[in-house]
């Protein structure tokens, strides 16, 4: 039985949206356009989720999915921990990396252990970054998105298109003004490295070749795993060497009855996001808390049917899919 259940992915897993404890700015879409708040994020997260749910616990752990699976443990009294080691920003290379620190540890117990991966998209690019002796996150552009879904679009995907740094961050929302000066101070070298090493097709290879390789791992030496996100990654010409995954990807149930298998589609098709569950106070197209705690049920339901849980599966019902507002996109 599962008595420890690890969680690896990007904003979206981590709490993403929910910085309750940040000091910068957010945005809003009151009259559909993009306005700054004047108010810190934090402060502004608070003020409105102290309306929208009075008795919940604000902090970003417990609004993320992960949070929120915790607690449907912890209601029904299971001896489960939950662990969330996600980050905002980071993706593939970063789940490599902790995935592979944690399994070296000697209180790691294989048996007992299950994994659940949001495997992120393209553009995230980890590197060691000796003037803050640790790891930072360069995002980049290399690909044309959907504004409020962030999906590529397929149709003008463009693998020759120049890649253009976005952002890099040690820690998103929550960096030191220490640490930020020196960011700051060396835009020029993580411009620089961005124009002069980065390539979309090269790039998308690697980290193809990078998930296949770190998959099979998974599966041959017999870890307990699930996905929760692949973001459509994988190359399609390469699938007889991951076709194994479809057994591992967790079932989201809709309000129509229909399954799917990643939350970002889900998330949008129910439209549980935050931007629409704070009625456009706050302009973020991140999981919103009822979002996350339909996800965490459907992970729940997911672990009952494959007995990495023992207990009984979770009802979901028509208050679960209510949302406050629509989307005006």
Known sequence: MIKTVYFFGTSHTAGGGFEFNSK??????????????????GQTLHRIYNELFP????TQDNYSFPGQLQLLCNDRQLDIKVVNISKQGYGNERIYRKFYDLIQENEFDRETSLFVFEFSDLERKEIFYNPLQNHVIINYGAVDRYFHTNAVKQKTKNFEKTCQLSSYAHTYWY????????????YKFFNDFVNKTFDTKTILNQLNINN???????KNQNFNFLISETHNLLWKNLSEYYDFIDEHRISYQCKDGSILNGFIE????????ITYETSYRIADMHPSL?????????IFNECVDRNYIKSEKIKLNKSDFSNPKKSIF
């Open 55 to 58: 008795n919940e616990l604000r």
């Open 175 to 186: 960096e030191t003004d220490e640490d930020l000066k020196i960011l700051k101070d060396d």
């Open 212 to 218: 296949i390789n770190f998959l099979n791992f998974l």
């Open 290 to 298: 009822k979002g996350n705690k339909l996800i965490a049920k459907n």
């Open 24 to 41: 910068l700015k957010t945005f809003n879409f009151i009259e559909a356009e993009l306005k700054e708040n004047e108010e810190p994020r």
């Open 266 to 273: 889900y998330l949008h098709k129910n439209e549980h996001l």
